[in-house]
């Protein structure tokens, strides 16, 4: 008897391990410092990058000189990246092959003249949300939290092209910036202004790490999705990550900074009256989503770029 509960034991352990070890090997760190350049050497500037993974999506880019710093913790084995740039052909591989080098290299394209010439089809950007250029003030996000702007889309058409999102470093000269989490709902706002989502506009959760341009702005490339613009709204929503996401990724070294204060991000808004956009707040599952005293007045600085085919 005792030697049949040792091997149930031993069995038992084993079963542990392997479990632990399975665990392991569907969450790695991962981490990647390198170049994104052309046949000729040069590098690629602010080419948009993109890390499937099995339940997010990881979203980067390379600055002016064409380097990146990609950093995400996913399941390696079963990741891919794919690398597109308006001058260059798409790339699209393994992640685990990025281990073995130090720089992606991507082909020109090339216009080829036939007889048969294909006019591409016209088109108008436009913005929806937020309009202002500058933030004058700034609200912080806690983190796991979420501040959104629901922006009325009326008669508007067309496929979102990029998501502009004002941060703000809310006063902290050492501050630097952070990921967040990207989510795009269909929604509507009843008589009474209460909030309803109709339907998730993203497949997996969209972690965007990108650096801001022209000033504050971070702009989030997503033409390559498709995405109609809904009606009779869209909330454009920033989550912030957890803070032992941005502790294991390098990002913060302490949760509480100046003796108050969460050490997360921070988002711009203004008192923009002229305009439906109507802020809101994400706290927790069992309140869902609110606003408060200050929301009812003042608006997120986000805006939806929109491309609309003109027939």
Known sequence: ???????KSALISLILIFSALNVFSQATDFEWKGKVVSTEGMGVPYA????NSSDRNFIFETDAIGEVDIRYIGQLEKDSIHITHIAH????????ELQQKDTIQLKPKINLIDEITIVPPKSI????????NFALFAVQIGFNAKKALYIPTNENSGKIEKIRVYMHNGGDKDWKYRPFSLELYAARLSDQGDLSIDENLLSKETI?????KKGNW???????????LPHP?????IKAMSADYYKKNGFIKNEIIDGNRLNSINIGYTNNKRNNNVSFSYNSEEIGWGQSTYENKYKYLIQVIVNEVIE
């Open 1 to 7: 008897m005792s030697k049949f509960f040792e091997m």
């Open 48 to 51: 948009f990058i993109q890390i």
């Open 89 to 96: 052909l798409t790339r699209s591989f393994a992640i685990t």
């Open 125 to 132: 950007s436009y913005s929806l949300g937020n309009k202002k």
């Open 208 to 212: 965007a790490s990108l650096n801001p």
């Open 218 to 228: 971070v702009e989030i490339n997503l033409k390559h999705l498709k995405i109609d």
């Open 233 to 237: 709204g869209i909330l454009v929503a």
